[in-house]
């Protein structure tokens, strides 16, 4: 496992490069890849260009986001999918393979029946061109019973509902986004954790919630940084996830505002706290 910068999970403005530049500056580990400018990038220098963008820096390539909307309009979606193979090719010739995207936990529009129906061809399109270039996709789901309660029709929002997705897509290249938050708020146990598999993890969150709040009254975007609280078991977390034989990202994801308030004053200060905050928990956990 390695330390992971996303600008924008901090409350960080910035372009890519200048993202990069903190990760390196904080001492992170890795950073994401932003797909999209990492092709205008080798379009225009080659694909040497982008290499060097993390090598110059010590970085290690954390994950790229999913850039196809798979639940929205039929002709958006087949618009981007049909620009996904190129993408999927220049992400493996970089050497990345983890693919994040997300699924609300429900709709005001289409019950589960509609959502299974629309859900299992798209991403089963999606799984068989990344897998063409071996590429894993993990599926974030979102665990607040508050997030789901204000959908008329309520969809998946557990880890395990999540795996059965997967099973049920059927590429063998489809996991989770395991976000430490969302298995807390919908009340999955480390046992449950226990029984993953490192293909089962393609990207992780990490984070804490607000004491004394019950689990599912804890609000989304209102969180913790790691170790703030304490609330959330991120030690034992993470040194099951060592144990399963997870060896990706692990990126901090507070919604912090008093974090995003330091970001728009000093992004690298607002870096390095985060980073602050998770490294007692990596010394813990024996990651360090």
């Known amino acids: 496992m390695f330390q992971n910068l996303s600008p924008g999970a901090l409350g960080i403005r910035c372009d890519w490069v200048a993202g990069l530049d903190l990760a390196r500056q904080a001492g992170y580990a890795g950073a994401d890849l932003q797909i999209g400018e990492a092709y205008r990038i080798a379009e225009e220098r080659g694909v040497d260009a982008v290499r060097a963008l993390f090598t110059e820096r010590g970085l290690r390539m954390g994950g790229w986001g999913l850039p196809v909307n ?65 590429h894993r996709l993990g599926i974030e789901f979102i665990g607040p019973r508050t997030s789901r309660n204000r959908r008329q029709y309520g969809w998946i929002y557990s880890m395990d509902g999540m795996l059965t997705l997967a099973a049920a897509v059927g590429t063998g290249n489809i996991g989770l986004l395991f976000d430490v938050w969302h298995w807390y708020t919908c009340r999955s146990t480390l046992d449950d954790v226990r029984h993953l598999t490192a293909d089962d993890v393609v990207y992780v969150h990490i984070n804490d919630a607000p004491a004394g709040i019950d689990p599912l009254d804890q609000i989304d975007l209102v969180r913790c940084l790691p170790g703030e609280t304490g609330v959330i078991p991120n030690v034992e977390l993470l040194r099951i996830l060592r144990d399963l034989g997870y060896d990706g990202p692990v990126t901090i994801e507070p919604f912090s505002q008093s974090l995003k308030d330091l970001a728009e004053r000093d992004p690298l200060a607002a870096a390095r706290q985060a980073r602050a905050s998770l490294d007692p928990i990596w010394r813990a956990a024996g990651l360090a």
């Open 70 to 134: 798979w639940r929205g309009p039929s002709a958006q979606f087949y618009e981007q999918l049909g620009r996904l193979p190129a993408l999927a090719a220049l992400a493996a010739e970089l050497g990345c393979h983890r693919v994040t995207t997300g699924c609300p936990p429900g709709s005001d529009e289409f019950d589960r029946h509609r959502f299974v129906a629309m859900a299992i061809p798209r991403l089963r399109l999606i799984g068989e061109i990344l897998a063409e270039h071996g």
